[in-house]
């Protein structure tokens, strides 16, 4: 029997249900994250790279070389917490610093080829970790979650362009 789709609620039990399906997410995606990472260094103790250097090849594979201060712009961090990750990743000869071509006062970091190397190994091993995962699921959770990723991706886009997403109480001021 198909499930029938849920009412829409209106007014302030519209605002609790979306501030209850934003927590719901909000502790799934947590709790996925949380449990790759640990199960990430359980399976493959060799990796020990930080998250937030993670981050940051991710974003150098997406777009190098990039200005110290982009990268923090675009992670939301401060430009010294970036440029000590990015000190620590020179040392570990993941990262390179150069003077930027366009404008020789500044200073841009790309990636090396170890660094996409340690990027795509760190890949590898969560794929290899979800699909095991995935395998293991029931073949209807299965394609619910695999029919979800367009929609996460969007999720994640829109995220990405907003900045910080506007509450129902900020959205009038």
Same mark, same amino acid.
């Given at each position: 029997?198909? /499930? ?5 609620? #209106? ?12 927590? /719901? ?6 709790? =996925? ?24 090849? /991710?974003? $150098?594979?997406?777009? #190098? ?14 430009? #010294?917490?970036? #440029?000590? =990750?990015?000190? /620590?990743?020179?040392? @570990?000869? $993941?990262?390179? *610093? ?11 970091? @790309? ?7 340690? $990027?795509?190994?760190?890949? *590898? ?8 995962? $995935? ?18 991706? *969007? ?19």
């Amino acid at each position: 029997m198909p /499930q029938q789709p849920r009412p829409v609620p #209106s007014g302030p039990a519209a605002r609790a249900a979306g501030v209850a399906d934003a927590h /719901q997410l909000t502790e799934a995606v947590t709790r =996925l994250r949380r449990a790759l990472r640990s199960s990430i260094r359980t399976d493959y103790p060799w990796e020990t790279l930080p998250m937030a250097q993670v981050e940051l090849l /991710q974003v $150098l594979a997406e777009a #190098s070389p990039a200005r110290v201060t982009d990268l923090a712009a675009r992670q939301r961090l401060a430009t #010294s917490t970036v #440029s000590g =990750l990015i000190g /620590q990743m020179i040392e @570990a000869g $993941l990262v390179t *610093r150069d003077v930027d071509a366009a404008n020789r006062r500044r200073s841009v970091v @790309a990636l090396t080829p170890a660094g996409r190397e340690q $990027l795509t190994a760190w890949s *590898r091993a969560h794929e290899h970790r979800l699909d095991a995962a $995935l395998a293991a699921l029931a073949a209807p959770d299965r394609d619910i979650v695999l029919a979800a990723v367009p929609a996460l991706f *969007r999720l994640a886009e829109h995220l990405d362009t907003t900045g910080t997403a506007d509450t129902p109480d900020d959205a009038g001021a």
